[in-house]
């Protein structure tokens, strides 16, 4: 009769630890599919900031390009009104700056997303680089062409 007391009471102790242990496993398997369906949610919302600020840049920059290309054609105006010296002292560089305009332009227009990371760096870049050619075009028009 002892025997079968102890042999009952570690059955139970067994079937306790394991349904214990599986309920704990479950749990955390539980709690580990919440995790993913949130760091899931998480970076799909992350994709979609990242796609919509790479969409709202390249508008911004189509149109700065535009008032790039209106600021080159006023230029190219008030040179062709001026003497000859004054012309070919200008226009190399006018005509520099309109191509690196255009080379600018075919650029954002062919960028594909290649993630996060590269956007942020593509995006520093071409900034910088847009920000330069601004700068040479006031430089110019500071320059009180007469």
Known sequence: MKNSILNI?????????IST??????NKLRKSERNLI???KDLEIANKEYLTDLESYRKEVIEDIAINDRSIFDLKKVIN??????RSAYKKN???LERKNL??????????AEGEE??????????HDMDKIGEALKNIEAKNIK
């Open 9 to 17: 009471f570690a059955f139970v102790m067994i079937a306790n630890v």
């Open 21 to 26: 242990g599986c309920k704990t496993s479950e």
């Open 38 to 40: 949130s760091a899931n």
């Open 81 to 86: 009104e001026q003497s000859a010296d004054v």
């Open 94 to 96: 006018i005509d520099e």
């Open 103 to 112: 080379e600018m332009k075919n650029v954002i227009n062919e960028y594909q």
């Open 118 to 127: 590269k956007w942020k760096v593509f995006k520093a870049k071409f900034s």
